[in-house]
């Protein structure tokens, strides 16, 4: 995803944050859809001191793949919690 990201920002010009970190390291692809949501919502965690651009309208979440859509679920909820903006969840493959 970090390539992505730094190709949104390079050549579109949309200022990248890193805002959440992985905690633990379940691997979701082997887990059923219940053991996926309930695994999502204790993965993140928000990263400290991270620093948004000044102009801004609207925050987008970037996933890689999504199944069940619990990881990107989990991370807007945690986004939206942490910011008083419109959050928005963008995943570049469906499995």
Known sequence: MELVASSCEKNFGIPVVKMLQKE???VQ????RSQRMESARHSFNVVKNFHLPEKRDVIVVLDDVSTTGA???SCVEIVEQTIALPVVGLCITMD
């Open 24 to 26: 633990g390291r379940s």
């Open 71 to 73: 990881t990107i679920r």
């Open 29 to 32: 692809k082997e887990l059923d």
